[in-house]
């Protein structure tokens, strides 16, 4: 399992980052303005590039939990009314 993994994960973090950069994009296009979600989108991109480099299985699934800590820390803030 781990071999199959290793080999689509090249598609599969573009794509990661792709999304990433499109949800940026969209926001900056509809609000005409930075908003403190978009350091949440660009957090995502480096972690989707650095996960994109790397062979090593332990550090992905490293990087799947702190990618989650991320979407829930922004769903948390957003909640409070701190971030947009």
Known sequence: MDGHYLNIRQQF???FAIIQAWAIG????LQHDVTGSNAFNILLIFLAIVMFKTNSYQKHVYGVVKAWALYIAAIVLRSLSIIN
């Open 26 to 29: 969209t926001e900056y296009m």
């Open 13 to 15: 973090f573009v794509l």
